[in-house]
């Protein structure tokens, strides 16, 4: 009987585990869907709300997810990566290469895609090297690259293909505003990875098999329609069109593995956006504040409700897009919640470290807000000079 009475009892347990998982890896869905629903009593239904979403940005944004995903199946990033890293022989240049492949890897896969691909080989390589204790610091550090990385191209960050999108900035102008920090960031975080001390290393495993090289070169090409997407050479219903098609042919499973909560993410703050620029109080209270420093408020913004939706709402309240989009980039710096690639970051490490999270908050803190007052500053520098 007690073995009977522990079943039910087990499988509770285990669908209520499976159940906190899925709040804990959706909490901005659920924040949006939320704040979303809420407005919607404020703003009844009607026909202006077709008008709050940018379909272009949510097609660009769905091909760029979906070609990653067909690189990600082929296990194209991990085998590139695994090549990099295996060329350093001690600790400091094998935790350079696992940041700046990161660095690099956001800005054209995206910041929290480039995590996902790039985190779990660093806990791969610190393991195989036996030296664990460096995972807080490399993982941070990733965290930081990732999102700072991603902030030069229009696709790095989610933020900034919306707003290249939404005020149609000029491709030559979005590089030469985001030139500035993009290089500060550089500099800073090759300084402080630079302390990690050069002990010899060696990776103990095997070296990774290629990918197909036909695959490698289909799904390149793809990814270049994307990029040709993002930079409107051609209406982006055609591009995507043609992405789908090729991937129904080529790999349909990366279809159903692109990140579908992201796209009703963005999907939920176009409605809370739309909805919060049609209450004239709100209005009058976000456009006075945006219009006192967008560049701080829009910091202080993404520290609270994060860097995406941030762009989104605060877009509706301003035209100063230089001071926005290097607030919503920068931005993502900060506490935990600030962007979605640091809830990645902190559920993977309290996953494969658990019991430490203080500690890793405590560093998270120190190093992102230390590289945040920095960048501020060189933020200010960028605007006056546009």
């Not at 272009?56 to 890293?85: E, M, P, R």
């Not at 970051?345 to 590289?371: C, H, K, M």
Request: net charge positive.
């Amino acid at each position: 009987m007690e073995e009977t009475g522990a079943q039910p009892l087990h499988g509770w347990k285990k669908f209520a585990g499976g159940f906190l998982h899925v709040i804990k890896s959706s909490v901005v869905l659920i924040v949006a869907l939320v704040a979303a629903g809420i407005t919607c009593f404020f703003v009844p239904f009607d026909g202006e709300y077709l008008g709050y979403f940018d379909w272009q940005t949510l097609a660009c944004l769905f091909c760029t997810l979906a070609v990653v995903a067909a690189f990600k199946d082929i296990k194209f990033f991990s085998w590139l990566a695994d090549i990099i890293v295996r060329r350093f022989k001690n600790m400091r240049n094998i935790v350079l290469a696992l940041v700046f492949v990161t660095y690099f890897g956001s800005m054209i896969m995206a910041n929290d895609m480039a995590l996902v691909t790039f985190l779990p080989l660093g806990y791969f390589v610190l393991d195989s090297c036996e030296n664990k204790k460096l995972t807080a610091f490399t993982f941070i550090m990733q965290n930081i690259a990732a999102n700072l990385g991603g902030m030069l191209t229009p696709f790095g960050n989610p933020q900034n293909l919306y707003l290249y999108s939404y005020f149609s900035i000029p491709t030559g102008r979005f590089f030469a505003v985001m030139a500035l920090p993009f290089a500060a960031a550089f500099v800073l975080i090759l300084a402080v990875c630079l302390f990690v001390k050069p002990q010899p290393a060696a990776v103990a495993s095997r070296p990774k098999s290629a990918p197909p090289a036909w695959r490698i070169v289909a799904y390149s090409a793809l990814f270049v329609l994307s990029v040709l997407i993002v930079f409107r050479a051609f209406p982006y219903y055609w591009g995507l069109l043609a992405v789908v098609v090729c991937l129904l042919l080529l790999d349909f499973r990366s279809l159903l593995r692109v990140d579908y909560g992201l796209l009703l993410t963005f999907c939920a703050f176009f409605v809370f956006s739309g909805n919060l620029a049609r209450i004239p109080a709100v209005q009058d209270f976000l456009g006075g504040l945006i219009a006192l420093d967008p560049l701080a408020f829009g910091v202080l913004s993404c520290q609270v409700i994060s860097n995406v939706p941030s762009a989104v709402l605060l877009s509706k309240f301003t035209t100063d897009y230089v001071s926005l989009l290097i607030a919503v980039n920068i931005g993502g710096l900060g506490t935990p919640i600030a962007s979605l690639a640091s809830l990645i970051t902190l559920n993977t490490y309290r996953r494969v470290q658990p019991g430490r999270t203080a500690r890793y908050i405590g560093l998270f803190s120190l190093l992102n807000f230390s590289f945040l007052a920095v960048l501020i500053g060189v933020g200010y520098l960028t605007v006056l000079l546009f």
